[in-house]
């Protein structure tokens, strides 16, 4: 695994703009590690991008404990 990078540094968008980017570990500073992706907002009347992290039931959690740092999500097993 690779050391933990700003969260500036991180992808955000793909090839396909409708999309939100590639699946990263995100470190939230109250929450902790997580996996999430950049969601664009784009479907929003007034477009808010914010990082989404997976198990979160809220928006407001997610814009409340935006991640400082990143990591590439690892490759699985080739076994």
């Known amino acids: 695994m690779t050391d933990w ?5 991180a992808p955000k968008v793909r090839d396909d703009p409708k999309w939100s980017g590639p ?5 939230c500073p109250r929450r902790g590690a997580r996996y999430g992706r950049w969601d664009p907002c784009s479907f929003a ?9 997976e198990g979160t039931h809220y928006v407001t959690e997610d814009r409340g404990d935006q ?3 990143w990591q590439p ?3 699985p097993p080739n076994d």
């Open 45 to 53: 009347k007034k477009a808010r991008p914010y990082w989404s992290t």
């Open 73 to 75: 999500e690892p490759e």
């Open 67 to 69: 991640p400082t740092h």
């Open 5 to 9: 990078q700003p969260i500036e540094t």
């Open 23 to 27: 699946r990263l570990h995100l470190w």
